[in-house]
């Protein structure tokens, strides 16, 4: 069975930086894709970073901010975020998607982490 644990958020002041983990348990077959989402209160769950095997892409409102990350040998994908704004507020999932032979895309995601920054 898949697991996708999320670690690392917390409070921090605007300006400041956060680093968050999502490790992953159980095998996927055939990923083809990794990413961070995130959800403030109110709003839709929107893409903050996603990292394939030759790309990684960014949501416009993180882009020179934050950096996506992946460790294949530890089963881990990483979020550093720097400059953080208020508005970074929300929930940050972490999202992993395989395909496997028969063509079936599977869609995992973790529990979420709470990100707070104040201003």
């Known amino acids: 069975q898949v697991q996708l644990v999320e670690s690392g958020g917390g409070l921090v002041q605007a300006g400041g930086s956060l680093r968050l983990s999502c490790v992953r348990s159980?095998?996927?077959?055939?990923?083809?894709?990794m990413a961070w989402y995130r959800q403030a209160p109110g709003k839709q769950r929107e893409l903050v970073a996603t990292?394939?095997?030759?790309?990684?892409n960014y949501g416009d409102s993180v882009k020179g901010r934050f950096t996506i990350s992946s460790d294949n040998a530890k089963n881990t994908v990483t979020l550093q975020m720097s400059s953080l704004k208020p508005e970074d507020t929300a929930v940050y999932y972490c999202?992993?998607?395989?395909?496997?032979?028969?063509?079936?895309?599977?869609?995992?995601w973790g529990q979420g982490t709470q990100v707070t920054v104040s201003s």
């Open positions: 990292i394939t095997s030759d790309s990684t």
């Open positions: 159980g095998s996927i077959f055939g990923i083809s894709s």
């Open positions: 999202n992993v998607v395989g395909t496997d032979p028969t063509r079936v895309r599977h869609i995992f």
